[in-house]
Nanobody, 123 residues
Framework: QVQLVESGGGLVQTGDSLKLSCAAS????????MGWFRQAPGKEREFLAA????????LYADSVKGRFTISRDNDKNTIYLQMNTLKPEDTAVYYC????????????????WGQGTQVTVSS
């Protein structure tokens, strides 16, 4: 069982940037495709970005492409989400997830989840 812990969330203003981190406890972390999701109150969990275990293939939701960047450091067992030009509608709990060999857009395609980190963007 892979354990994931997100960090880096906080309160920012519109237009600010924030970088989230997700640390994995499993040393086989480098074999998993990874993804970032978010969930706002009253809404379903939303796909944001995914990356293969090699880091050579990345997938983004249209809503964040060009603003958010996913990356990973297998030596540190860590995945990142760089978020720029933040908007109030970006306010949500952000989750990282670990899947298999392939990037995917749907939450059901991921096996392991972190506890989430809160991102709040004021207008």
């Amino acid at each position: 069982q892979v354990q994931l812990v997100e960090s880096g969330g906080g309160l920012v203003q519109t237009g600010d940037s924030l970088k989230l981190s997700c640390a994995a406890s499993d040393r086989t972390f480098g074999t998993y495709a990874m993804g970032w999701f978010r969930q706002a109150p009253g809404k379903e969990r939303e796909f944001l970005a995914a990356i293969t275990w090699t880091g050579d293939n990345r997938l983004y939701a249209d809503s964040v492409k060009g603003r958010f960047t996913i990356s990973r450091d297998n030596d540190k067992n860590t995945i990142y989400l760089q978020m720029n030009t933040l908007k109030p509608e970006d306010t949500a709990v952000y989750y990282c997830a670990a899947g298999g060999l392939y990037v995917a857009r749907h939450p059901s395609q991921y096996q392991y989840w972190g506890q989430g980190t809160q991102v709040t963007v004021s207008s």
